[in-house]
């Protein structure tokens, strides 16, 4: 049996699976075929890139569905598209022979695990919102419960009737865009209330002052109709010329003061000072509850515009989780460096199997091409040659004649 029978005999009998690992790295399977103890190796790293592949395709359909809340058709074609990517990174990696040298591990090495570790870390943060998905949910609707309790208190604060102690200005800056309803009419009816009480204060201090004049008055004109003896009065009892004028004296006085319409007045501004106060308590309870209702309303507009939770605010809470957390800290390093260390597994692996036998049949195969390529096509590369030197000279022979043409000239 000839040695090409021999080849496809052990292709059609070998296990399928394996083929199609080793073609993930365009693996040359009749050189391989030649060295076949290299085959498990080669199988193995096509294994590793599957795994990887699916890992990275697994993340990052997991981080569309958190940043989405739903995966359909284009979700998922993105998601094979991603896959498909890596897929290619990761042959990439793994592609061609290894190399040997300072200058050359710097160049594409090197280079290789730096952009392997970026796409381990691209794959393992979503692999953490899944693995870590319901202590992270419990977070965020901690986090938000708290964010409506804010908001409401705000609001509340910012709503009420009584003028702030920091002054209007600064209240109207602290709380622009929280005002919900008016207290402008409450104000104005507290603001006129305020006003009768003041005047009829001054004006109860007023009759006040006229009743204990009065007082006086009368009192020291009876002291000087009943004949009591002190200072300004005569000591004489009855109807004398002083009691007269004292008398007289203190009614005029009392005439004079307007006493009798300054209590009417004073009747006027507590009917007027009862009336308003219930007009206020009206529109207090009336704007109460409408603000209730405003703050209740913008409450629940709020809590509403929470129900999807998003890959940002997943990942912050994961951040809050492990800031607080040192058991979730420490887990989700070790998980986020397993996950790298998986995604740079393949390129690892390249570099650690060296140059093989496998690498330089394919340099043996590859400088045997060129060579027969050079051999075909060495007519070419000499006629090139001879067209060159032609047209070199030609131009030397030009270079007198176009001397003694710029001497003719000058």
């Not at 004949?227 to 004079?256: F, H, M, Q, W």
């Not at 009917?271 to 309870?285: L, M, Q, R």
């Not at 309303?297 to 809590?303: G, I, K, P, Q, S």
């Not at 912050?316 to 800031?323: E, H, K, P, V």
């Amino acid at each position: 049996m000839r040695r090409s029978q021999r080849v496809n005999l052990r292709r059609r009998t070998s296990a399928r699976p394996s083929l199609h690992l080793r073609a993930l790295l365009g693996v040359q399977e009749d050189l391989l075929d030649l060295v076949p103890s290299e085959r498990l190796r080669f199988t193995t790293l096509g294994a590793t890139i599957l795994i990887t592949t699916c890992i990275a395709t697994i993340s990052f359909g997991t981080a569309l569905f958190f940043a989405f809340g739903n995966f359909g058709v284009i979700e998922l074609l993105i998601t094979l598209l991603w896959g498909l990517l890596v897929l290619t990174f990761d042959r990439w990696l793994t592609s061609g022979p290894s190399l040997s040298g300072t200058r050359q591990f710097a160049s594409r090495v090197l280079s290789r695990l730096i952009l392997a570790i970026v796409f381990g870390v691209l794959v393992a943060e979503p692999l953490l919102l899944g693995i870590f998905n319901t202590a992270i949910e419990g977070r965020v609707a901690q986090s938000r419960q708290e964010l409506l309790l804010q908001f409401e208190s705000k609001l509340r604060t910012c709503n009420q009737l009584s003028d702030p102690e920091n002054g209007e200005q600064e209240s109207r800056n602290r709380c622009d865009g929280f005002r919900l309803t008016s207290s402008e009419p409450v104000r104005a009816r507290q603001t006129q209330l305020q006003r009768l009480q003041d005047e009829k204060k001054e004006l109860q201090q007023e009759i006040d002052g006229i009743v204990a004049r009065g007082i006086e008055l009368e009192d020291a004109a009876r002291r000087e109709c009943a004949g009591v003896g002190g200072p300004g009065t005569t000591g004489k009892s009855g109807e004398g010329p002083n009691c007269k004028r004292l008398r007289a004296v203190a009614d005029r006085y009392i005439a004079d003061s307007d006493l009798d319409g300054k209590q009417d007045r004073l009747m006027g501004l507590n009917s007027a000072i009862t009336v308003t106060a219930v007009g206020i308590d009206n529109i207090t309870s009336q704007t109460i509850d409408a603000t209730e209702q405003s703050i209740e309303a913008e409450v629940d507009r709020a809590a509403a515009s929470q129900r999807g939770v998003g890959l940002l605010e997943r990942l912050r809470a994961l951040g809050d989780l492990t800031s607080q957390n040192s058991y979730v800290y420490t887990a989700g390093w070790m998980l986020r460096v397993t996950f790298v260390l998986v995604e740079i597994l393949p390129a690892l692996m390249r570099i650690v199997m060296g140059t093989s036998e496998y690498d330089r049949l394919v340099r043996i195969r590859e400088k045997g091409q060129i060579d027969r390529w050079m051999e075909a096509n060495a007519h070419v590369a000499h006629d090139l040659f001879d067209a060159l030197e032609s047209r070199q000279r030609e131009l030397i022979g030009e270079l007198p004649i176009r001397a003694a043409s710029r001497a003719s000239d000058d």
